[in-house]
């Protein structure tokens, strides 16, 4: 995948796109099918630990582990590691933006690994100036 742009989509993306009955699915599932074909889509630990527990919280055990290994086994989705020193940089990040750490460390990733995020979370997002935002509305 040389030469394709590289976007970390957010858990809440994946959880609508994967959940009908939520009123995001149609514009989850429609910009994932658009990005996939400009961009490889990245997740990190956080990311996929936050998809499984809300899918699991929503639907049941077996199935929210099934999709969520969809997710990470996808030709369209690559995996990014979270080095100390993102971790490092992303309590920082959390303690001056007031924004919880798990946000934090997704938004660390994307500006350390210089890619946009695609995310429905503005509100906390926007909180990080240098942080460049794909919103799903």
């Given at each position: 995948?040389?030469?394709i742009?590289?976007?970390?989509?957010?858990?809440?993306?994946?959880?609508?796109?994967?959940?009908?009955?939520?009123?995001?699915?149609p514009?989850?599932?429609?910009?994932?099918?658009?990005l996939?074909?400009?961009?490889?889509?990245?997740?990190?630990?956080?990311?996929?630990?936050e998809?499984q527990y809300?899918?699991?919280?929503?639907?049941?055990?077996?199935?929210s582990?099934?999709?969520?290994?969809?997710?990470l086994?996808?030709?369209?989705?690559?995996?990014?590691?979270?080095?100390?020193?993102?971790?490092?940089?992303?309590?920082?990040?959390?303690?001056?933006?007031?924004t919880?750490i798990?946000?934090?460390?997704?938004?660390?990733?994307?500006?350390?690994?210089?890619?946009?995020?695609?995310?429905?979370?503005?509100?906390?997002f926007?909180?990080?100036?240098n942080?460049?935002?794909?919103?799903l509305?």
């Amino acid at each position: 995948m040389d030469n394709i742009k590289k976007i970390l989509v957010d858990s809440n993306i994946f959880i609508f796109a994967n959940i009908k009955e939520y009123p995001e699915y149609p514009a989850a599932k429609a910009k994932i099918k658009e990005l996939i074909k400009t961009h490889e889509l990245l997740v990190n630990t956080i990311i996929i630990s936050e998809i499984q527990y809300k899918l699991y919280r929503l639907l049941d055990q077996e199935e929210s582990h099934n999709r969520t290994l969809k997710i990470l086994n996808s030709k369209h989705v690559g995996y990014e590691s979270i080095t100390k020193s993102t971790i490092s940089k992303a309590l920082e990040l959390s303690l001056y933006s007031n924004t919880r750490i798990n946000d934090a460390i997704i938004a660390q990733n994307a500006i350390d690994l210089d890619v946009e995020v695609f995310t429905d979370n503005i509100k906390d997002f926007r909180k990080i100036s240098n942080l460049k935002i794909i919103p799903l509305r």
